[in-house]
């Protein structure tokens, strides 16, 4: 008989209190599911066993027929023979009887024909055969979840592994309840069971992670590889189970699970005052100088970065300081922004202007000329060189200048060298004895005829005549011809002059050739005849001796200074100015007069030194001011002659915030000008702002948001948050973590660190990533 089904599901339930469940390897779709060693094998077959008779009973509704059909008979005595008798259907007579029956193997069921069992075909000369149930594709006739396996005239039915039979075929076993229900542990200390078709898993809760045995949770050290504390600045991290602690150092605020860092610079905004700007850094924070300014922070002033050379202007630029910052402005002749200067070709447009050739030059250009010309005084347009005029243009006797060259040529008696340059002189006297009648003598550029004694040169100059009187040609005598009792001639020199050797002619008689120096005091010049005297520079001759020098003072000396040397005064004291003039410091203003000792002689309303304070009879009331003879000089809010009575106020109201200080006058705003305020001062920044920032008073940028800088020049880094999403698999053995900073131009530096240990289940973690800017919130 088979098993009663409440003692089936009471030895399950005695087996599974008996045995744990773990999943072997880590695998996530079967239960394992296995006795202690006390649990026999038999007792594992007898429970198979009745599982599938269990299982047989439910869907066959009834006991499992028996594979063929048995009869026992008993061995009689034969009987006499009878006649075989006529059987139905397909009955057949059975041996050692005189009735009908089935074949072996088959059986009557209510009729006269014969039928195979249940579970088994008829077969015509095989007879009954048996069904194998279990082929075929599908689960067959047991459900899902089951395996079938064939037996003669039947079949079994098993559940798989996770899986029990019940009324409606195998259904799931929930590993994670039996285990509640019967105390064991389906999973390890720490871990949450979860189940599944067939199966559990074992999962672990955040701060924990899967150890090697793949049931039980082991502790994940935070502190080991989480950076959020900060530990490189003093910060402890304290690990607890399943989680950490951070216990933050001063200038840190504990926000779990965090040390976040104190912007002090956000919370106190006027931490460092002046032109200090507060910088936020982990755990402090420190006050530096704007950009522009120099100093400890706390106290800061302007810096020429002109002067200083830390500025960023083109080598070809001028720098300008201005409060705060500075500007640069390319020099003439080179294009740029200051920062970048190039030079500009002039040369390339209208060839500079230039008449002839353009040279371009860094920063500018020049003109040049052709050969024989020059530039003219406009540096662009050529004129003529003559160059006859330096050096006689290297001719050596008669230059001709022309457009851009010139021209050597000979006085008469000269001929052109093949040079271009030198003249040779022609011997006339090798031509028919220059026509000479008697003696020719060759000169440069020329000749001359002579004749010998006692005759005379003719007036032709070629041919001799014989002299006898000082009628003709004064007897050949260059000065003086005279004639001696015995009838020869005679020639004599003018005063000045000397007898020649050839006894006609006269000779010159240097008389600053000798010590005397022809008795002047200075300089000689001798010429034809006589001399003259005269001074050097800075003196002249004396009107009573010409002989004699005086020296020159330009301005003369005044105040009975005597002219010592070339402007050079012997003054009397007290008139140290040039030519004995009287000196004041500061000089003699409004017509005054400078006098003797450095005094000033001033005019009617003024007085003081250098005649500068004006005089007024009346004194000026109300911190009136005397800027001239009897004239005040009064504050806004009063007028008159000294200043005694209160103008008119303004007729028509300031606007903008003006405030009326005197007689229709608005003292205006910063902001506004004109004399009713009414005109709004636009006054640009220098340098420009930048990334759309607005000009504000005190040449200063207002910079928009994502925007930093003196100009608003530097872009900010954003707040990034980066997800890392949930995820389990075996990691090697590496650590994880990152670290943002802003560099000094706002870009974003992000270094990446990873750990987990190998092998492990990585639990999931949400991490957020921020980026330390102090001109951003959220941090």
């Known amino acids: 008989m088979p098993r009663p089904r409440t003692h089936l599901l009471v030895l399950l339930a005695a087996i599974c209190v008996a045995e744990p469940f773990t999943t072997p390897n880590g695998s996530d779709n079967e239960v394992l599911k296995h006795t202690e060693a006390s649990l026999t ?45 006529q059987c139905p259907g397909n009955q057949v007579v059975l041996v050692g009887s005189e ?37 075929g594709e599908g689960p067959g006739p047991c459900s899902l979840h089951a395996d079938c396996t064939n037996t003669p005239g039947s079949y079994l039915c098993k559940c798989v592994r996770g899986y029990l039979m019940g009324a409606g075929g195998c259904q799931d076993i929930d590993e994670c309840a039996l285990a509640e229900v019967t105390g064991l542990q389906a999973c390890g200390s720490g871990a949450d069971c979860r189940n599944t078709l067939g199966s559990f898993s074992c999962f672990c809760p955040v701060g924990y992670v899967m150890a090697l045995d793949g049931h039980s949770c082991v502790d994940v050290d935070e502190c080991s590889f989480e950076e959020q504390c900060h530990r490189e600045l003093g910060n402890v991290c304290v690990n607890n189970p399943g989680s950490f602690v951070c216990q933050c150092q001063p200038g840190f605020r504990a926000e779990v699970p965090a040390c976040i860092d104190v912007d002090e610079c956000k919370e106190t905004p006027d931490v460092c005052a002046g032109q200090g700007v507060c910088e936020n850094t982990f755990g402090s924070y420190k006050c530096v100088c704007q950009r522009g300014y120099r100093g400890n922070g706390t106290y800061c002033e302007d810096e020429n970065e002109c002067a200083s050379g830390r500025h960023g202007c083109d080598t070809n630029a001028r720098c300008g300081n201005i409060i705060g910052s500075y500007f640069c402005q390319c020099y003439q002749g080179f294009n740029g922004d200051g920062l970048s200067c190039f030079d500009v070709d002039e040369c390339a447009l209208s060839n500079g202007h230039c008449e002839h050739n353009c040279t371009n030059e860094p920063g500018g250009y020049s003109c040049h000329c052709g050969i024989g010309y020059q530039l003219a005084q406009d540096g662009h347009n050529c004129s003529d060189v003559d160059e006859c005029v330096v050096q006689n243009g290297t001719c050596e006797q008669v230059c001709t200048n022309t457009q851009g060259s010139f021209l050597c040529s000979c006085r008469p008696g000269y001929q052109l060298h093949i040079d271009r340059h030198s003249c040779v002189d022609i011997d006339e006297c090798k031509l028919q004895n220059g026509g000479c009648s008697h003696t020719c003598t060759n000169t440069p550029g020329g000749h001359t005829c002579s004749c010998p004694a006692p005759l005379l040169l003719h007036a032709d100059n070629t ?126 203003a409004h017509g005054g007069t400078c006098m003797r000792w450095d005094m000033c002689l001033c ?45 008119v106020q303004c007729q028509k109201p300031c606007k903008n915030g003006g405030v009326c200080v005197g007689l229709n006058r608005c003292r205006c705003a910063s902001d506004f000008t004109g004399s009713l305020c009414e005109t709004a001062v636009t006054t640009p920044c220098v340098p420009p702002c930048h990334h759309g920032a607005t000009c504000s008073p005190h040449n200063k940028c207002t910079c928009p948001e994502g925007t930093a800088g003196i100009r608003c020049e530097r872009l900010t880094c954003p707040v990034v948050t ?17 670290v943002d900073r802003c560099g000094p131009l706002g870009v974003q530096l992000c270094t990446k660190y990873r750990i987990n240990q190998a092998r492990v289940y990585l639990q999931a973690y949400r991490v957020g990533y921020r980026v330390q800017c102090p001109e951003k919130n959220g941090r």
């Open 463 to 588: 041919s001799c005549v014989n002299v006898t009187s000082c009628d003709f040609r004064r007897g050949g005598c260059d000065h003086v011809c005279t004639v001696r009792a015995e009838g020869l001639l005679y020639c004599s020199c003018s005063a000045g002059w000397q007898l020649g050797k050839d006894l006609r002619s006269c000779l010159d008689v240097n008389e600053c050739g000798d010590f005397t120096n022809g008795g002047c005091e200075q300089l000689c010049q001798n010429h034809p005849g006589g001399f003259n005297c005269s001074c050097g520079e800075g003196y002249v001759a004396r009107t009573d001796d010409p002989t004699r020098c005086q020296p020159v003072c330009d301005p003369p000396c005044q105040n009975y200074g005597a002219c010592v040397a070339p402007h050079s005064c012997d003054c009397p004291a007290g008139y140290p100015g040039p030519g004995c003039s009287a000196m004041c410091s500061p000089p003699c």
């Open 722 to 738: 980066t997800v890392v999403s949930m995820a389990r698999a075996v990691r090697k053995g590496v650590r994880e973590s990152y």
């Open 603 to 647: 005019p009617p309303g003024w007085t003081g030194t250098g005649c500068h304070t004006a005089v007024c009879e009346l004194p000026c009331a109300n911190g009136g001011r005397c800027v001239r003879p009897e004239t005040c000089h009064c504050p806004s809010d009063y007028t008159g002659p000294q200043c005694l009575s209160q103008p």
């Open 99 to 135: 009735g009908c029956g089935c074949p072996v193997g088959m059986v009557n069921v209510a009729g006269e024909n014969c039928t195979c069992p249940v579970g088994y075909t008829l077969q015509q000369a095989a007879g009954c055969l048996d069904v194998d149930e279990c082929k």
């Open 41 to 85: 094998k038999s007792q594992n077959l007898e429970i198979e066993n009745a599982i599938g008779n269990f299982s047989r009973t439910e869907q066959g509704g009834g006991p499992a027929a028996t594979p063929a059909a048995s009869f026992n008979t008993t061995s009689t005595p034969a009987p006499a023979p009878t006649p075989t008798p």
